[in-house]
């Protein structure tokens, strides 16, 4: 969808793909292309390339998530057109529910912003094209991740996928807190699956 700089109050939540520009779709370049400011990760803004550097970009650090979000409103409150970027797909592990969420947060100060979500190529189905074809069926995706989902919620997933025979993509598989749990994961899968 593109926006227009007379609709006041609208936010475009890119998903990038898996970062080169060869690799978006048409609509997350014209939404792009389309903005006045592109709000992003700054790992994610210097992706973009020399393409949109005359466009006002700004950015928080890693972790930065919620001030973001803010951040894209608030430009949106001044009429501006706005498009917040993010990797892979703005729906699966990005910034999309968390720019919903943040609107209800805001309640009647974001009340007339309009979100627009703008689909782009995960990290799963971009891995998968290098493989071959190991998503072809049924698969899920899994993250590792525990900062908003508790360990055992975690395991519970993994178990299911596992017992689901279904082919697993999993997302967040480690940090320096996590060092240990793609191991953990790959320790309960095998409770299931040939090794």
Not at 2 to 7: L, Q
Request: net charge negative; charged share 25%.
């Amino acid at each position: 969808m593109e926006m227009k700089n007379s609709c006041k109050g609208r936010i475009a939540v890119v998903g990038m793909g898996p970062g080169m520009e060869s690799m978006m779709t048409m609509q997350a370049l014209k939404a792009l292309d389309a903005a006045d400011v592109i709000v992003g990760y700054t790992v994610y803004l210097d992706l973009l390339g020399d393409r949109f550097k005359d466009k006002e970009l700004l950015s928080t650090p890693m972790k930065q998530e919620t001030e973001r979000c803010r951040l894209a409103f608030a430009e949106a409150a001044k009429g501006k057109s706005v498009a917040m970027v993010c990797s892979g797909d703005a729906g699966i592990y990005g910034m999309a529910s968390l720019m919903f969420e943040i609107k209800e947060e805001l309640g009647s100060e974001a009340a007339d912003v309009v979100i627009d979500v703008i689909p782009g190529i995960t990290a799963a189905s971009s891995g998968a094209a290098v493989l071959g074809a190991p998503l072809n069926h049924d698969f899920c995706v899994i993250s590792l991740s525990d900062l908003l989902t508790p360990w055992e919620l975690i395991e519970k997933r993994l178990r299911a996928a596992a017992e689901g025979d279904f082919a697993i993509a999993i997302y967040n598989p480690s940090s320096k807190k996590r060092h240990d749990y793609l191991q953990r994961a790959c320790d309960i899968l095998l409770e299931t699956e040939e090794p």
